[in-house]
C-alpha cells in the first residue's frame, strides 16, 4: 500500500444525487491532489492543495466541489454530474511541492447514471 | 504545448522481451520527466525518473533514455517478466513556481502484457 487511502472505492450515483469522495493520506505529506483518469484519455490535474489551501484549479465544473479540512484529509463533493464525469478519480500526495513523488490512491470507480 | 504524446498506445512482447515505449513533448520548460507504474485496481506508482542533465538512467530492469535535442524519452524494460504486464504513464513537470503545485503533464498510458 502507498499510504494513501480512497473511499469509497466504487460508487454509483444519479445525475441528481450528492456524494463525497474521501481521500486520507498517513505520510505526513503537506499537499494532495485530486486526478481524473479516463480510458484512453491522459490522467487530468483537477486541483492542487497545499497546506490546506488550494493552490491549483484546473477549470474545473463548478459541480466537483473539493475541500481539505487538513493536511491529511481530501475531500471531493459531487453534485448534479453528468454521465460524462463517470471515471477513475485519484487522489495522491507529495511532500512539499517541488516535483517530490506523487503517491496516489487506489482511486474511487464512479459511474454516474 | 503542455501535451506529451506517448507510443505506442498497447505493446505486448514474449518474457524476457524488451519493450519500449516512447515519449515526445514540446515544452522546453519541462525539466523533470517521471514513469508510472499501474497495475489494475491500483494508483499509478513511480517507477523512475530523469530531468534533461543526463542522457540515460537506469533502475534494475528499467531504463530512461533522454534526448533533449529531439524532446523525446524512452522507457526500455530489460528481460520483461509478465509481472511487468500493467499500463505506464510518462509525465512531464514544469519547475515549481511559488503558490502554484506541481504541474505534471501525464502521456495518454501504455498497456504493456507480457507473454509468459
Given amino acids: 500500500e502507498t499510504g494513501v487511502t480512497q473511499t469509497p472505492r466504487h460508487l454509483v450515483m444519479g445525475m441528481t444525487n ?3 469522495l474521501k481521500c486520507e493520506q498517513h505520510l505526513g505529506h503537506n499537499a494532495m ?3 481524473k483518469q479516463s480510458a484512453k484519455k491522459p490522467l487530468e490535474l483537477m486541483f492542487v492543495y497545499s497546506l490546506e489551501e488550494r493552490v491549483e484549479n484546473n477549470s474545473v465544473p463548478s459541480r466537483f466541489s473539493p475541500e481539505c479540512p487538513n493536511s491529511s484529509h481530501l475531500f471531493l463533493h459531487l453534485h448534479t454530474l453528468q454521465p460524462e464525469d463517470s471515471a477513475l478519480y485519484l487522489c495522491a500526495s507529495s511532500q512539499g511541492l517541488r ?3 506523487q503517491y496516489f490512491g487506489p482511486g474511487t ?3 454516474v447514471l | 504545448q503542455q501535451q506529451v504524446k506517448q507510443s505506442p498506445q498497447s505493446l505486448i512482447v514474449q518474457k524476457g522481451g524488451i519493450p519500449i515505449i516512447n515519449c515526445a513533448y514540446e515544452n522546453t520548460a519541462f525539466d523533470y520527466f517521471p514513469w508510472y507504474q499501474q497495475f489494475p485496481g491500483k494508483g499509478p506508482a513511480l517507477l523512475i525518473a530523469i530531468r534533461p542533465d543526463v542522457s540515460e ?3 534494475g530492469r528499467f531504463t530512461i533514455s533522454f534526448n533533449k535535442s529531439a524532446k523525446q524519452f ?3 524494460i530489460m528481460d520483461s517478466q509478465p509481472g511487468d504486464s500493467a499500463t505506464y504513464f510518462c509525465a512531464a513537470s514544469l519547475p515549481h513556481q511559488d503558490n502554484y503545485g ?3 503533464v501525464f502521456g495518454p498510458g501504455t498497456r504493456l502484457s507480457v507473454l509468459p
Fill in chain 1, 18 to 20: 450528492k456524494k463525497s
Fill in chain 1, 33 to 35: 491532489y485530486w486526478y
Fill in chain 1, 99 to 101: 516535483q517530490e513523488t
Fill in chain 1, 109 to 111: 470507480r464512479l459511474l
Fill in chain 2, 57 to 59: 538512467k537506469k533502475e
Fill in chain 2, 74 to 76: 524512452s522507457l526500455h
Fill in chain 2, 102 to 104: 506541481q504541474n505534471f
